[in-house]
């Protein structure tokens, strides 16, 4: 079974950066990353994904403020996020693109003044 434990989140004010970290259990070769988040009473939305070649797809909302990056030796996933605002505030789980694996807590992020 593979696990997944996110981390590097926490309060930050408009305008900031944080860098999110995922630690997979299990190997990463081959397998299309993502990052993803929900907010409360919302669907879980896809916010990044990374394929094996290293291919990004971002969505609408955070292109050009979040970078996704993997390293395949270490099976870990990052999101970097700069230019932070409000609306970014949730909860960010990562994932193979299709989450198939079982989800993990989560890191929470909160943009505030």
């Known amino acids: 079974q593979v696990q997944l434990v996110e981390s590097g989140g926490g309060l930050v004010q408009p305008g900031g950066s944080l860098r999110l970290s995922c630690t997979v259990s299990g190997t990463i070769f081959g397998i299309y990353m993502a990052w993803y988040r929900q907010a409360p009473g919302k669907q879980r939305e896809l916010v990044a994904r990374?394929?094996?070649?290293?291919?990004?797809m971002y969505l609408d909302s955070v292109t050009g403020r979040f970078t996704i990056s993997r390293d395949n030796v270490n099976g870990a996933v990052y999101l970097q996020m700069d230019s932070l605002k409000p609306e970014d505030t949730t909860i960010y789980y990562c994932?193979?693109?299709?989450?198939?694996?079982?989800w993990g807590q989560g890191t929470l992020v909160t943009v505030s003044s």
């Open positions: 990374i394929t094996t070649g290293r291919s990004t």
């Open positions: 994932n193979n693109c299709t989450s198939t694996w079982s």
